[in-house]
């Protein structure tokens, strides 16, 4: 008996924690036509209106059958895009997946810091004045799919578009968040820490309402061709640095941006400790400081790395410069 009342209470636990509040609440109730689909014979081969779909979707999704509809709206992606994709190679080395997770890390930031810089100029401007790119906020929305932040109805309705539309919909909810919210932070975020407790702290825990003009804006917006060609562009600045740098330039270049990205790290992990201890005890408070006195030491690291980092994309803009008067011109964005 107290076994079956442990594995009740454990269960009650579970669904508690993977409750959450609807952001797009369907107003009209669309279970009958997702359940015709559900049910439709060979569905995995049969392509429903794309319009239909996007349609239905806007209007929300029943809960009760979000699991099911994930897999066919997964299945109707496979069938709209049918291009030869390359097949997952197996048996690869756990230290190479590390690696091309890294490089397809670094093919998005870029590709956000270029969709911030083009749709919303003043606010890139903003943030780059202050020191501030997209690995710094955007790394845990895209490894995560902003589950570690954000409420989970949000996340749900996130997964929604991702199984319609793909990857995508992570760049569109990234450049929704900080198009719609870029006045306050312009007006109430002058300082590196600010901005960094309002993506981290304040912009997770937005209204619903909020959060569903956040969606509506996402479905309504197209940017595969722009994040095509950044892609693109990414790939010919790497081979231009790679063909420019001597190799050991272009190996000290990636090891003081991983250096500088995890002193960042380390900096931003010290100020949310700083910020939580709560003392009046000006001995106690010394003493808790004491074994973090080398973050001064650190600071100037960071800063001193940073020059150097600067330096070297420098001379990757000049070089790449004196490539263009010869291979013709290419919109090359060197400072990302």
Same mark, same amino acid.
């Given at each position: 008996?107290?076994?079956?009342s442990?594995?009740?209470?454990?269960?009650?636990?579970?669904?508690?924690?993977?409750?959450?509040?609807?952001?797009?609440?369907?107003?009209?109730?669309?279970s009958?036509?997702?359940?015709?689909?559900?049910?439709?014979?060979?569905?995995?081969?049969?392509?429903?209106?794309? *319009? +239909? /779909?996007? !349609?239905?979707?806007?209007?929300?999704?029943?809960r =009760? &059958?979000?699991?099911g509809?994930? $897999?066919?709206?997964?299945e109707?992606h496979?069938?709209r895009?049918?291009?030869?994709?390359?097949?997952?190679?197996?048996?690869?080395?756990?230290?190479?997946?590390?690696?091309?997770?890294?490089?397809?890390?670094?093919?998005?930031?870029y590709?956000?810091?270029?969709?911030?810089?083009d749709q919303?100029?003043?606010?890139?401007?903003?943030?780059?004045?202050?020191?501030?790119?997209?690995s710094?906020?955007a790394?845990?929305?895209?490894?995560?799919?902003?589950?570690s932040?954000?409420?989970?109805?949000?996340?749900?309705?996130?997964?929604?578009?991702?199984?319609?539309?793909?990857?995508?919909?992570?760049?569109?909810?990234?450049?929704?968040?900080?198009?719609?919210?870029?006045?306050?932070?312009?007006?109430?975020c002058?300082?590196?820490?600010?901005?960094? *407790? +309002? /993506?981290? !702290?304040?912009?997770?825990?937005?209204?619903?309402? =909020? &959060?569903?003009?956040?969606i509506? $804006?996402v479905?309504?917006?197209?940017?595969?061709?722009?994040?095509?060609?950044?892609?693109?562009?990414?790939h010919?600045?790497?081979?231009?640095?790679?063909?420019?740098?001597?190799?050991a330039?272009?190996?000290?270049?990636?090891?003081?941006?991983?250096?500088?990205?995890h002193?960042?790290?380390?900096?931003l992990?010290?100020?949310?400790e700083?910020?939580?201890?709560n003392?009046d005890?000006?001995?106690?408070?010394?003493?808790?400081?004491?074994?973090?006195?080398?973050?001064?030491?650190v600071?100037l690291?960071?800063?001193?790395?940073?020059?150097?980092?600067?330096?070297?994309?420098?001379?990757?803009?000049?070089?790449?410069?004196?490539?263009?008067?010869?291979?013709?011109?290419?919109?090359?964005?060197?400072?990302?």
């Amino acid at each position: 008996m107290e076994q079956q009342s442990h594995k009740r209470n454990s269960l009650h636990s579970r669904r508690v924690n993977l409750d959450y509040e609807e952001v797009t609440p369907y107003l009209l109730d669309m279970s009958p036509n997702w359940q015709k689909m559900l049910n439709t014979p060979n569905r995995e081969n049969v392509g429903f209106p794309t *319009d +239909f /779909l996007q !349609s239905i979707i806007h209007r929300g999704v029943p809960r =009760q &059958l979000r699991g099911g509809i994930w $897999q066919l709206l997964m299945e109707q992606h496979r069938l709209r895009n049918t291009r030869a994709t390359r097949k997952p190679t197996s048996n690869v080395p756990y230290n190479d997946l590390l690696k091309q997770l890294t490089s397809q890390q670094h093919v998005q930031m870029y590709q956000l810091s270029r969709l911030l810089h083009d749709q919303h100029r003043d606010l890139h401007d903003h943030l780059e004045a202050l020191d501030i790119g997209p690995s710094l906020y955007a790394a845990p929305w895209f490894l995560t799919l902003f589950s570690s932040q954000f409420p989970l109805g949000f996340v749900a309705r996130i997964f929604d578009l991702i199984f319609f539309k793909g990857p995508e919909v992570v760049f569109k909810v990234a450049l929704s968040l900080l198009g719609i919210h870029k006045n306050l932070i312009m007006r109430t975020c002058n300082s590196f820490e600010t901005v960094v *407790d +309002f /993506l981290k !702290s304040t912009l997770p825990k937005l209204s619903i309402v =909020q &959060l569903e003009k956040t969606i509506n $804006q996402v479905i309504d917006m197209d940017l595969s061709k722009q994040l095509h060609a950044y892609e693109v562009e990414y790939h010919v600045l790497q081979d231009v640095a790679e063909e420019t740098l001597p190799a050991a330039e272009s190996d000290r270049l990636l090891a003081l941006e991983r250096t500088t990205t995890h002193l960042r790290q380390q900096n931003l992990d010290l100020l949310e400790e700083l910020q939580v201890y709560n003392s009046d005890d000006e001995a106690n408070l010394i003493d808790y400081l004491s074994p973090y006195k080398y973050l001064f030491a650190v600071e100037l690291e960071r800063l001193a790395l940073l020059n150097t980092v600067q330096d070297l994309r420098n001379k990757l803009a000049t070089a790449h410069q004196e490539n263009l008067h010869l291979n013709g011109p290419f919109h090359a964005w060197p400072g990302s």
